[in-house]
């Protein structure tokens, strides 16, 4: 079955540092793997998706994110935080063979600190 | 805006009443789907559409839950003989056919008491 971990409830970085937030996935064979952003009040957004070819996937806002198979993870960075990247994250997966089943991590809420 | 909407914004109820949530995606989108994200979860999956077709229902967590699209277009999710542990936030996204990025409503907030 079909699984997504993101080990942090919440990740603390100050303005202008890089940031990274982890997501590990459990899937049979390639997955389809996305990033969300949840800000306060407002409706989840697309940051960005992995499907097939470069590891290396650049999204909105600066963010991006690295396909690791070894490792089973997709974790999201962005090289200099900001204070306006404060919200929630949500990595989610889904198994390319025959299902259109999402499965999205518990968020990690990201703080940004002046 | 042409956004994704859902109606009502929240919604409190008495256990065992019905409840319909509504839905109503963005032009074009042939795909819609169902998600319920409770305090401290992830958003959990409960319903796909393709046009009026459901082909994957598996996440509806019993026969109490179901779901209707209509013209490709509006959705209605309901729910019967709502239990307390129904509370959560009912979110609905629709997207292109494929694997494309889903664009996600405001979600209607359940209370049930």
């Known amino acids: 079955a079909q699984s997504v971990a993101q080990p942090e409830d919440q990740v603390n970085v100050a303005e202008g540092n890089p940031l990274t937030v982890k997501c590990t996935y459990s899937?049979?064979?390639?997955?389809?793997l996305f990033w969300y952003v949840q800000y306060p009040n407002r409706g989840l957004q697309f940051l960005l998706k992995y499907i097939t070819g470069d590891n290396l996937v650049k999204g909105s806002y600066g963010f991006e994110a690295e396909f690791n198979k070894s490792q089973t993870s997709f974790h999201l960075k962005k090289p200099s935080a900001l204070v306006s990247d404060s919200a929630l994250y949500f990595c989610a997966v889904r198994d390319p063979r025959g299902t259109y089943k999402y499965i999205f991590g518990t968020g990690t809420r990201l703080k940004v600190l002046a | 805006g042409a956004g994704v909407s859902q109606s009502p914004s929240n919604k409190v109820t008495e256990k065992g009443k019905d409840v319909e949530l509504r839905c109503d995606p963005i032009s074009g989108h042939t795909a819609l789907y169902w998600y319920r994200q409770s305090l401290g979860q992830g958003l959990e999956f409960l319903i796909y559409?393709?046009?009026?077709?459901?082909?994957?229902k598996s996440g509806l967590p019993s026969d109490r839950f179901s779901a209707e699209r209509t013209g490709g277009s509006v959705s209605t999710l309901t729910i019967q003989r709502t239990q307390q542990e129904d509370s959560a936030v009912y979110l609905c996204?629709?997207?292109?056919?494929?694997?494309?990025?889903?664009?996600f409503g405001p979600g209607t907030r359940l209370t049930v008491l």
């Open positions: 899937v049979s064979g390639n997955p389809y």
């Open positions: 559409f393709q046009g009026n077709s459901a082909p994957d």
């Open positions: 996204a629709s997207s292109f056919a494929g694997v494309n990025e889903q664009f």
